[in-house]
C-alpha cells in the first residue's frame, strides 16, 4: 500500500510533484498512511508543513535550500520512521512507494492552517524576542494541541492509540 499525500498547489509547486489522477477528486478519508503536506513561508524561513490525515499529527520540515522532492521525500519518510519508531511500531522509510493527489478535505485543511497559524505566531514571538526557532518544540506543541477535528483529543494521544492497535 502506497503512502498517499495530499499536496496543496504551493507545496506540488514548489517541489513540482506530478499529482496521481490530476483534476480528480479523490476521497481523503482519515487513514494512518495518508498525509497533508503545504508548503509555507514561516517568517523567512521556509518549511513543509505535513499533517497526518488520521491523527493530524504534524512534522515540520525545514526547507531552506530543500528544493526538490528527491532532497525532501527522504527528511519526510525518516521523520515518518522516528514518529513510528517513539511509539513502538515499524516503519521502514526505505522501502516505500507514494502517491500524491491534491488535497480535499475541509476539516483536514482547518486543521492544517490552526497548526500553521500556531506556528507563525511562535515564530513571531521568537523573532520578537530575539530567539532562534525551535523547531522541535514547535512540532511538539502541536502534537499536544486539541484538534476540534479530533473531538478535541490530540495527536500524541490519537498516534499512541492508532500505532498500538498496529502492534
Known amino acids: 500500500m502506497p503512502i498517499l499525500i495530499h499536496a496543496s498547489r504551493d507545496f506540488a509547486k514548489h517541489y513540482r510533484c506530478q499529482l496521481s489522477l490530476p483534476g480528480e477528486k479523490v ?3 482519515g ?9 509555507v513561508q514561516i517568517g523567512r524561513n521556509p518549511a513543509a508543513v ?5 491523527t493530524l499529527w504534524a512534522i515540520l520540515i525545514p526547507a531552506t535550500g530543500i528544493t526538490t522532492l528527491e ?3 527522504p527528511l519526510f519518510l525518516g521523520r515518518v520512521a522516528e514518529v513510528w519508531a517513539a511509539h513502538g511500531a515499524e516503519f521502514n522509510p526505505l522501502h516505500q512507494s507514494l502517491a500524491f ?3 480535499s478535505n475541509r476539516s ?3 486543521s492544517m492552517n490552526d497548526a500553521i497559524l500556531q506556528v507563525r505566531r511562535t ?3 521568537a523573532r520578537l524576542e530575539g530567539l532562534p526557532m525551535d523547531w522541535a518544540k514547535i512540532e511538539s506543541n502541536l502534537n499536544g494541541m486539541p484538534y476540534g477535528a479530533l473531538q478535541y483529543d490530540r495527536p500524541k494521544r490519537r498516534m499512541a492509540a492508532l500505532l498500538a492497535e498496529q502492534g
Not at 487513514?31 to 508548503?39: I, P
Request: glycine share 4%; aromatic share 14%.
Open 27 to 29: 476521497p481523503q478519508a
Open 31 to 39: 487513514r494512518l498512511d495518508s498525509w497533508s503536506a503545504h508548503f
Open 50 to 54: 505535513m499533517m497526518n490525515d488520521a
Open 71 to 73: 532532497t525532501f521525500l
Open 101 to 103: 493527489f491534491s488535497r
Open 108 to 110: 483536514l485543511i482547518g
Open 123 to 125: 515564530e513571531e514571538l
